[in-house]
Every structure is written in C-alpha cells, then in structure tokens.
C-alpha cells in the first residue's frame, strides 16, 4: 500500500482468511464487510488467484518440469475463474465459488492446505457488486488475472 499511498496515511485493517477454507465462510466474510462499500471504503483483497503452487512453479523455472499440459491446465483454470467471478446474478457467483476445488486443475493451481493465495478472491466476490472486470499480467509465460467490482 506505500506504492498506492508513500504518506501512510489512511488507515489500513488486515483481515486473515479462516483455516477450514471453505468457500462458503469466505463469501459470508465479503458480505459482512460489503457495507464499507456504502462509506466508500476499498475493499482490498490481495492474492494469486491464477496460480500458486510452489513446486510446480520452481520445477518450471528449473527446467525439471517437462509437463506440457502445464500451460493448458492452467488456461482452463483461468477460464473457470473468470467465468465464475463474472457472473452477474450474486447467488450463482456464490454457487460456482463455492465448487472452486471442482473446477479443472484447482489442486494443480491451489495444493491442499495452499488456498491462502485463491480465497481472498472469494471474500472479494462476497463483498462485490455485479459482475467482475479484470486486467492481466503475465508472469514466467503464464496470463494472470486480476479482478475488480466498481
């Protein structure tokens, strides 16, 4: 946040993600902080929900990962991101995030016990209005994405 604000001076409260990682207490945090919205309050939920998974990450970057399939698993990760976090009608989003370890390669692209970098985005979702929008970035050839309700 020094980027953002180098002046420090707006008041910042850091929220944990809960241990049991279920989708559906994570969406119930974002609803119980979406009426800082109202305040004009930014809600802030920090991340890589495309993928984040150590081992594969320095297999590839070491060049012992020969799985080629990788780049594709991962696109459909993606896809099933965006197509969740887009939808429009507030329950559905909830139901499609609430399958989140359904989708193709979740436990490729968020291990076991690894989610911390994925649920933010579920708190985010809960808190957001509509549907999302997002940018991309890439990093080590892979498209990450970032989203944002208004």
Do not use: C
């Not at 119980?32 to 919205?37: G, I, P, Q």
């Not at 109202?38 to 495309?50: P, Q």
């Not at 991309?136 to 309700?149: K, N, Q, R």
């Amino acid at each position: 946040m020094l980027l953002i604000n180098p002046a420090a001076n707006i008041p910042i409260v850091q929220v944990s993600i809960l241990e049991s990682e279920s989708p559906a207490q994570h969406i119930l945090m974002g609803r119980a902080l979406s009426h800082l919205r109202e305040s004009n309050i930014a809600i802030i939920a920090s991340g890589f929900a495309s993928f984040h998974n150590l081992r594969i990450l320095y297999s590839i970057r070491s060049g012992t990962d020969q799985d080629a399939d990788f780049f594709k698993r991962n696109k459909e990760w993606s896809k099933a991101v965006s197509q969740a976090v887009s939808e429009e009608d507030q329950q559905k989003r909830d139901q499609k995030l609430k399958r989140w370890r359904e989708w193709p390669a979740a436990y490729d692209m968020h291990p076991k016990g690894g989610a911390e970098h994925f649920l933010p985005l579920i708190v985010a979702a809960g808190a957001g209005e509509g549907r999302a929008e997002h940018y991309t970035d890439e990093f080590m050839g892979l498209e990450m994405f970032s989203y944002f309700w208004r």
